[in-house]
C-alpha cells in the first residue's frame, strides 16, 4: 500500500515584493475602493482625512502610512502601513489573500486625493514657530477681527483677550491659532478664515490654549475640537474661573495631542477640584471624541463632565451665531 503524504508550504512575501506593494499601493486609493470619502476641506498635502459613517481615517507619510483618528495612540490595529489597513478593512482575509490583493493594485493611484496632488507646492517651508513669528498681531477693523467678531460672533473680550494672552495671530486671509509643545514653543497652528479651514504645513497637532485668567495652574479644563469652539466656549460660559484653560484638538486625536492631554491631566491629578470638561460637537463625530476624553480622564484620576450647546447646536460657535441672529 502507498501512502502519499500532501507537504504544506508556508506562504511567504519576498521582501523584494513587500517593498514594492508599500511603495506602489496607495493607502487612500485602497480606502477609497471600500467606500471611505476625502474630507477635502479638512485635508492638506501630507494630512488626508478620510471617513466612511463614523469612521475617521487619516492618511499620512506620503500615502503610505495611516492612523485612526479615533482611538488612543497604542491601540493595537488603530495604525499601520497599507497591510495593516488592508486587514482592518477586511479582517477576514488570509495573510496570502492580503498580499494579492495589495499585489494586484501596485501603481494604482487616489482619485478623491487628487485636488492635493493639484495644490501648487508651499514657497514657506519654514518651521511653524518661524512662520507664526513674521505673523501680526490682528487688528480692530481688519479682514481677521472683523472675521472673528462678524462672521464667527466672537465678542470683542474674547478676541482681545487671545491677542494679548498670545495664541492668535493674523494670517490676512485667515487667523492663525497656535499649538504649542512642552516647552511653550509654537509647534503648529490651526488656520481658519471665510475660505480657510486647514492646519499650517508642518504642524504637529498638540493643543490649542486659551487662557483668559491669571490662575497658575489649570483646574478646569475645557476641551473643544476646534479652537473657535474654545474660544465660543469661553465666551458663553458662566461657570468660568481664574484656572480654567480652554484648549481645542484641532479636529483629531492624534499621539501628540493624546499625550499633550495625558501630561495636562497627570498635573490636574492632585489639584482638589480639578475638572475636565468635554465641549467636542453634538455629533456623532463629537461622541467619539468624547468616549475617548473620558477614558484619559479615568486613567488619569480626573473628574470630568460633558456641556452640550444649551440650544443643541452643533457646536458653541454656532450657539454664538444664533444668540446673535436673535439680538438683531
Not at 9 to 33: H, N
Not at 97 to 112: D, F, R
Amino acid at each position: 500500500m502507498r501512502i502519499f503524504v500532501m507537504a504544506y508550504q508556508r506562504f511567504e512575501l519576498s521582501e523584494g515584493d513587500r517593498q514594492a506593494i508599500l511603495s506602489g499601493v496607495s493607502c487612500a486609493a485602497l480606502l477609497e475602493d471600500n467606500g471611505y470619502l476625502l474630507v477635502a476641506e479638512k485635508s492638506t498635502r501630507h494630512c488626508l482625512k478620510y471617513r466612511k459613517n463614523d469612521d475617521i481615517l487619516i492618511v499620512t507619510h506620503h500615502d503610505r502610512g495611516w492612523w485612526d483618528a479615533q482611538t488612543p495612540k497604542g491601540v493595537p490595529g488603530a495604525s499601520g502601513d497599507v497591510f495593516a489597513l488592508a486587514r482592518r478593512l477586511d479582517p477576514e482575509m488570509t495573510w496570502r489573500e492580503v498580499c494579492t490583493h495589495l499585489g494586484a493594485k501596485v501603481g494604482v493611484e487616489p482619485k478623491g486625493a487628487k485636488y492635493v496632488k493639484e495644490r501648487a507646492p508651499r514657497a514657506d517651508e519654514r518651521p511653524p514657530a518661524e512662520r507664526w513669528a513674521d505673523r501680526k498681531l490682528p487688528r480692530r477693523g481688519g479682514k481677521v477681527w472683523t472675521y472673528l467678531t462678524g462672521e464667527r460672533c466672537l465678542p470683542d473680550w474674547v478676541v482681545r483677550r487671545a491677542i494679548t494672552t498670545g495664541c492668535i495671530r493674523d494670517g490676512y486671509h485667515a487667523a492663525w491659532f497656535a499649538h504649542r509643545d512642552a516647552q511653550g514653543q509654537v509647534c503648529g497652528a490651526e488656520l481658519r478664515g471665510p475660505e480657510t479651514h486647514m492646519c499650517l504645513g508642518g504642524s504637529i497637532k498638540t493643543l490649542f490654549r486659551f487662557r483668559p485668567g491669571s490662575g497658575t495652574e489649570v483646574r478646569r479644563l475645557v476641551v473643544a475640537e476646534a479652537a473657535i469652539d474654545a474660544l465660543s466656549f469661553a465666551a458663553l460660559d458662566r461657570e468660568r474661573t481664574p484656572d480654567t484653560d480652554y484648549v481645542s484638538t484641532a479636529g483629531g486625536m492624534g499621539p501628540e495631542t493624546v499625550a499633550t492631554l495625558k501630561v495636562e491631566l497627570a498635573k490636574m491629578r492632585d489639584l482638589p477640584n480639578s475638572l475636565l470638561v468635554v465641549a467636542t460637537d453634538d455629533d456623532d463625530a463629537g461622541n467619539n471624541f468624547a468616549d475617548m476624553l473620558y477614558v484619559l480622564a479615568d486613567e488619569a484620576g480626573v473628574a470630568f463632565t460633558r456641556r452640550l450647546p444649551p440650544d443643541r447646536a452643533k457646536d458653541f460657535n454656532q450657539t454664538l451665531k444664533n444668540l446673535a441672529a436673535q439680538a438683531a
